[in-house]
């Protein structure tokens, strides 16, 4: 059963960045075609992709945000970081990970964390 | 702004039929997925592929795409079905992901 568990700081100020880790497990971030990757969705508004690392450690970042993005894993601790630097309010929101999975139909994203409400405010 | 546009509200009678629909250029080609999110929750897979369900997803939800438009109907929805919808997928580049900006369904 694949499970994902989103943990970071719930309040962070602005210029500050942030740092959310993932843990997840039933799944190996080694096996090819797995990716893991975040999301994340203000309060009464839309889902909004982040970033993605792929198994083989390639990295994709929302065109948007790329130049406040990292996405790192660590395999052996079965573990995604995603950093956002300069943080600002209009960052508040629920930073979701999700577990990207590659069918005979594309990829998708099957399974997600709970969910991690990140509030941006001095 | 979104690549992917859905309606943001959509009302149905209980046990009757409702489709929601997606449009963008991406689904031209890469196929959509479709998410469920109710209040407080996280999304949930419901469709992907061609009019695929993962396991535990009632049979009266259903997908078809056509052209740039993905649409997730639901036949005899449920009080259960309210929820927001969301699709997604690669953007036209095939680089990155996008969102829709979600479809609010309610059932009357």
């Known amino acids: 059963q694949i499970t994902l568990k989103e943990s970071g700081p719930t309040l962070v100020k602005p210029t500050q960045t942030l740092t959310l880790t993932c843990t997840f497990s039933?799944?190996?971030?080694?096996?090819?075609?797995?990716?893991v990757g975040w999301m994340r969705q203000p309060p009464g508004k839309a889902l909004e992709w982040l970033a993605l690392?792929?198994?083989?450690?390639?990295?994709r970042y929302s065109p948007s945000l790329k130049n406040r993005l990292t996405i790192t894993k660590d395999t052996s601790k079965n573990q995604v970081v995603l950093t956002l630097t300069n943080m600002d309010p209009v960052d508040t929101a629920t930073y979701y990970c999700?577990?990207?999975?590659?069918?005979?139909?594309?990829?998708?994203?099957?399974?997600w964390g709970q969910g991690a409400l990140v509030t941006v405010s001095s | 702004s979104s690549e992917l546009t859905q309606d943001p509200a959509v009302s149905v009678a209980l046990g009757q039929t409702v489709r929601i629909t997606c449009q963008g250029d991406?689904?031209?080609?890469?196929?959509a997925a479709w998410y469920q999110q109710k209040p407080g929750q996280a999304p949930i897979l419901v469709m992907y592929?061609?009019?695929k369900r993962p396991s535990g997803i009632p049979d009266r939800f259903s997908g078809t795409s056509s052209g740039s438009t993905a649409s997730l109907t639901i036949t005899g929805a449920q009080a259960e079905d309210e929820a927001d919808y969301y699709c997604?997928?690669?953007?036209?580049?095939?680089?990155?992901?996008?969102f829709g900006g979600g479809t609010k369904l309610t059932v009357l």
């Open positions: 999700g577990h990207l999975f590659t069918s005979s139909f594309g990829e998708l994203w099957d399974f």
């Open positions: 039933g799944f190996l971030l080694s096996t090819s075609g797995v990716g």
């Open positions: 690392v792929y198994w083989d450690d390639d990295k």
């Open positions: 991406s689904l031209g080609t890469y196929y």
């Open positions: 592929g061609k009019n």
């Open positions: 997604t997928s690669r953007d036209s580049r095939g680089d990155h992901w996008v």
